[in-house]
Every structure is written in C-alpha cells, then in structure tokens.
C-alpha cells in the first residue's frame, strides 16, 4: 500500500537569514573616483605624478607663456596671471618653513606694469631667489629673469630686448609718447640696477637695427646675455639647485652670527 504525498516545497530560509551565507567582501574603491582625480591632475598639472615637495625649503613658481596683466586673455593664450603669483611670493616671504625662492621663466613678455609688479616683488624678497631662463625670457620677462639674487640662462634659451609697444587705441598726442618714454625709463632703471649690464649698452640692444625683421631690437642667445652682463651665468636646474643652497647656507650663516 503506497502513501499519496503531495509535491514537496522547498524550505523557505526563516526571517533574519540570507539564503546563501557568505563571507563578507572588503569593499572596492569607486573606480570613478580614481579616473576622475586622475583626469583632473592631467587638466590642472599635464601630468599624472607630482612629486612630492611638502618637506621642501625651496618654493618653485613658473613664469610661462603670457604675462597677463589688466585685461584677460583669449582663453586659448598660455598665460601667467600676475595676481596669481604676487599671493604665492607674500606666501614664501612670510612661510619660516621656505628658505629660498626658484623662479623659471620660459615667457614672451606681456603686460609692462603686471611684469615689473612682479620684478619689484621678487627683488624685494628677504630670503634668497635664483632665476632660471628656460626657451625664452624675452620683453618684461627681462627684468623679471635679473631681479633675483642670482640668475641662469640655458645654452639655447633667448631674450628678446626691445622698445615698449602699445596695442589697442592709441592717441596721438605728445603726452602719450612721454608717457611711453618714462615708461621705458623705468624698465630701463630696473634691468641696469639689478644685472651687470651697462645702461648705454642695454639700450644699445633695445633700439638696435637689423636684427629682428623689419624692427628694432635684439635677440641675445645664452652665453651672450651672460656676455653682456644681463644674466649671470649659463646653466640649467642642477647649477641653480646647488646656487640656491649655497646662498639659503650663507643666510643661515649670517643670522647665526647676528644672534651671537
């Protein structure tokens, strides 16, 4: 005699239980998160590794394309925004933890006043600065590069010296060329008192004829800048390196004596 039994359930897992118990997994970091920060280094940086400077006591700014002064560039121009860098060197004079200043400039120059503002700020620094002529340090970048303590141009790096130019309206009136003179006065004053330039050479350069195509001016290529005394010496990173220290151990030196 068989038994009529009805077609088995299967057993429901009890309230609380997961059906099919496994360990738990460590949790995985977003993947978004990581290509989103990566991207964003390449946007701000061009590059994917920095290295690391929080324990550097030197501050490094780069001075490149650009010089953008009063009026914002097309969005498309490389450009340095003066109020951006004037912030960065009251930062390094005010931080005890930076004992010297690296300036790298690779510019064509751009507004007068933004440049000399800039001049002014790292001449008057207190602690040591070198600067650094990488592929180009012409027009205001000039008294930009010879403000520092000590100055470095690369073999094949150039500065262009030539008269001040306005672009946009210009009235014609005799007041405007004065102004134009005394402005170029004070480039002139600014370069001679900070490099071992002669003033009537420098302007033997800046007004010169035949060099630059259908202007005047001079393009002076490394060791001809240090030549005529407008940089100090030709070099790259490693000489400036070496330079900055020397000058940060003779400072510490020399307040070390001051306390005595």
Sequence with gaps: MSDNQGPSTPQQPSPGTSPNPSPQQPQQPNKDDKSSSLVNKIQELGQTNVAQMENSNIHCITVVGQIEGHMQLPPQNKTTKYEHIIPQLVAAEQNPKIEGLLLILNTVGGDVEAGLAMSEMVASMSKPT???????????????????????????????????????????????FEYLDKMQDRVISFVTRHSNIEEETFKELMFAKGNLTRDIGTNVIGADAVKY????????IGLALKKLNQLIDEEKQKNGDMLQ
Excluded: C, F, K, W
Excluded at 229 to 236: A, H, N, Q, S, Y
């Design 130 to 176: 070198i600067t650094i002529v990488l592929g180009g340090g012409h027009s205001i970048g000039v008294p930009i590069a010879v403000a520092a303590d000590y100055s470095y141009i690369a073999e094949t790096a150039t500065m262009t010296i030539h008269p001040i130019r306005l672009t946009g309206l210009v009235i014609g009136v005799p007041q405007t």
């Design 229 to 236: 005394g407008l940089i100090d010496e030709v070099g790259g």
